[in-house]
């Protein structure tokens, strides 16, 4: 049998995620946070075949997801929403990948969903903290 995380680690990781950004990021890291916070929520709500078949409910959560990190991308004068953005991608393209493929595994599947979530949290936490540098008063940024 794989070894699993235990699914309150991901629950941590984001309520720290969240409250490392909503304390020391700008808006962006704030809102980005916030979307995380919420698409997880979302997905424990629509989360039904546990990777035995395509998540259609996960793929429009991670998809408005990933609408919210481009746009954040795309006005930010930062460079950390554009890993962000291409980390929800790539779980985005996994969805589409099961549906081009059904016979990828349900471990394939969820892992990859798994991992991409990981980095984007991590993602997220280094933005605020380098945006909480950059507004640092003895900061040589």
Request: no cysteine.
């Amino acid at each position: 049998m794989p070894y699993e995380i235990p699914k309150w680690i991901w629950d941590a990781a984001v309520v720290l995620v969240l409250g490392y950004a909503i304390w020391r990021g700008g808006r962006d890291e704030r809102v980005a946070a916030i979307a995380l916070a919420v698409g997880v929520v979302l997905t424990k709500a629509v989360y039904s075949h546990h990777g035995q078949q395509t998540e259609w409910g996960l793929l429009v959560v991670d998809a408005v997801l990933l609408a919210v990190l481009v746009w954040i991308a795309l006005v930010s004068s930062r460079y950390w929403p554009i890993f962000a953005a291409a980390f929800q991608f790539l779980a985005v393209i996994i969805h589409l990948a099961r549906m081009a493929d059904p016979s990828l595994s349900g471990w394939a599947y969820i892992s990859a969903e798994i991992i991409f979530g990981y980095l984007l949290a991590g993602t997220i936490a280094l933005g605020t903290l380098n945006a909480w540098r950059a507004r640092a008063p003895d900061s040589q940024i």
